[in-house]
């Protein structure tokens, strides 16, 4: 199963607008597990097999984990050589340099809620 956004990005016979993009990807990360996937491959060499990264993200159910992998390999963000497992592609490695500006801005953020007493 893909998101609705995904599909029409696939099918659309021309270049994806950058709203179209944007919302696309924020489709696809606002999935429960999504981002987690993600960062549980983040690692220089990581690459897990189907039960280690099930094991990695914790309270995740093996149908769950199939059909996050399924999206995000159809989205070019994780590949799967048989050998060794689950990596990230990649259009996954870009991502997370893209983010890398939030992992630094995050920790800082919390820090002011807690101060603040929010």
Same mark, same amino acid.
């Given at each position: 199963?893909?998101?609705? $956004?995904?599909?029409?990005? @696939?099918?659309?016979?021309?270049?994806?607008?950058?709203?179209?993009? !944007?919302?696309? #990807?924020?489709? =696809?990360? +606002?999935?429960?597990?999504?981002? $987690?996937?993600?960062?549980?491959? $983040?690692?220089?060499?990581?690459? &897990?097999?189907?039960?280690? &990264? *099930?094991? %990695?993200?914790?309270?995740?159910?093996?149908?769950?984990?199939?059909?996050? =992998? #399924?999206?995000?390999?159809? %989205?070019?963000?994780?590949? +799967?050589?048989?050998?060794?497992?689950?990596? &990230?592609?990649? *259009?996954?490695?870009? =991502?997370? @340099? %893209? !983010?890398?500006?939030?992992?630094?801005?995050?920790?800082?953020?919390?820090?002011? @809620?807690?101060? #603040?007493?929010?």
């Amino acid at each position: 199963m893909t998101t609705k $956004r995904l599909a029409k990005l @696939v099918a659309a016979g021309e270049p994806a607008s950058g709203k179209d993009a !944007i919302n696309a #990807a924020l489709e =696809l990360f +606002h999935r429960r597990w999504t981002l $987690r996937i993600l960062w549980e491959l $983040r690692g220089e060499d990581a690459s &897990l097999n189907f039960r280690a &990264l *099930q094991a %990695a993200c914790g309270d995740l159910s093996a149908s769950v984990l199939n059909q996050r =992998l #399924a999206e995000l390999r159809q %989205a070019l963000l994780v590949e +799967h050589d048989a050998g060794s497992g689950y990596l &990230l592609a990649p *259009q996954g490695r870009s =991502l997370l @340099v %893209a !983010i890398e500006p939030l992992l630094q801005w995050a920790p800082r953020w919390a820090r002011e @809620v807690q101060k #603040a007493g929010a």
